[in-house]
């Protein structure tokens, strides 16, 4: 099983960045789909989940709104779309998958992790 994260980079404050999780080796449409970040310092700390489904979606608070996560089943990736990127998002984005139908937002409940993107706003 592999988790390829890609599309991070620098932005400027208020920019917006797409990141993808491109799967292999699994039963891509099983799984619910989760992006957590780790900034320098802290601990690693939930974004958004998507159901294996697509219908059931939970972001953490600092990115509802201006976060977006989605799912291509067809093409076994799922996506974050960030826009209006402030300061404090820059971290090391981390996707990851497993078989979970409540409490997303619980990083032990993955079974699966992907490598990290970087993202870096400047502001």
């Known amino acids: 099983v592999q988790l390829q994260a890609s599309g991070g980079g620098l932005q400027q404050a208020g920019g917006s960045l797409r990141l993808s999780c491109a799967a292999s080796?699994?039963?891509?449409?099983?799984?619910?789909m989760g992006w957590f970040r780790q900034a320098p310092g802290k601990e690693r700390e939930f974004v958004a989940a998507?159901?294996?489904?697509?219908?059931?979606?939970g972001y953490a608070d600092s990115v509802k709104g201006r976060f977006t996560i989605s799912r291509d089943n067809a093409k076994n990736t799922a996506y974050l779309q960030m826009n209006s990127l402030k300061p404090e998002d820059t971290a090391v984005y981390y996707c990851?998958?497993?078989?979970?139908?409540?409490?997303?937002?619980?990083?032990?409940?993955?079974?699966?992790w992907g490598q990290g993107t970087q993202v870096t706003v400047s502001s």
């Open positions: 998507l159901s294996w489904s697509g219908r059931s979606s």
């Open positions: 080796g699994l039963g891509f449409s099983n799984y619910a």
């Open positions: 990851a998958a497993g078989i979970i139908y409540t409490d997303y937002r619980q990083d032990f409940r993955y079974d699966y």
